[in-house]
C-alpha cells in the first residue's frame, strides 16, 4: 500500500496575486451554491485551504482544487493572502486530482436534509431562517419538510384561507366516506 501524504500539514498564506486558475476544470457552481460558499467563509471562516500546485518558473500556485473559494477570496472578500497547500504532481495527476476532490464531495441524501430541515424547524427555525443559513429556496424547504411527515415539519406553518378550506372540504369528503 501506498504511504499517505499530508499536505494539509503544511497550510501556508501566500500572496493572492501568486495564485492563479487551472485551465482544466470543468466544475462550475450555481450562483445559490456560490452565495452560501461566501455565506459559509462569512459564518466559519476559511476551514478548507485552497489545495494548489507551486510552478517554480512562473512563481505561481496552480489551483488544483478550491477554485470557488479562491474566486470567494479574490473577488468578494478582496483578502490579500489565502490559505494554501501544495501537492507536487505532474499535469495528468493535477488534473486527476482535481476531478476526484470534485467528484468525491458528494450530494446531500434527500431524506437526511429533510430530517436535518425538521430539526431546525423543531428548534425554533422558521423557513426564512433554514432559506436563509442553508442556501435553499422556500419551496426546497417546504419538500424537504412533507419527506419527514407533515405534522411535525409544517407545526408552526401558518396557511392560507385557501388551505384552511381544503382541510375542511377533505374532512368533510371523509366524513361522508366513512358513514
Known amino acids: 500500500m501506498k504511504e499517505i501524504e499530508y499536505p494539509v500539514l503544511n497550510v501556508k498564506m501566500v500572496d493572492i496575486n501568486k495564485v492563479v486558475s487551472n485551465d482544466y476544470n470543468p466544475n462550475v457552481v450555481a450562483t445559490p451554491e456560490l452565495i452560501l460558499l461566501r455565506k459559509s467563509i462569512e459564518e466559519d471562516g ?53 476531478i476526484r476532490h470534485n467528484r468525491a464531495r458528494g450530494t446531500h441524501q434527500i431524506v437526511d436534509m429533510s430530517k436535518i430541515v425538521t430539526s431546525l424547524t423543531a428548534k425554533g427555525w422558521d423557513e426564512e431562517k433554514i432559506c436563509l443559513e442553508l442556501g435553499m429556496e422556500l419551496d426546497e424547504v417546504i419538500r424537504l419538510k412533507q419527506i419527514s411527515g407533515l405534522k411535525e415539519a409544517f407545526a408552526n406553518h401558518v396557511f392560507s384561507k385557501s388551505w384552511e378550506e381544503f382541510e375542511d372540504n377533505n374532512e368533510k369528503i371523509l366524513k361522508k366516506e366513512q358513514k
Open 46 to 98: 476559511y476551514t478548507q485551504p485552497i489545495v494548489t500546485y507551486y510552478d517554480k518558473k512562473e512563481d505561481k500556485y496552480i489551483v488544483v482544487d478550491g477554485f470557488h473559494r479562491y474566486k470567494c477570496a479574490k473577488d468578494y472578500f478582496f483578502l490579500k493572502e489565502v490559505p494554501i497547500v501544495t501537492i507536487n504532481k505532474d499535469l495528468k495527476h493535477r488534473m486527476a486530482s482535481t
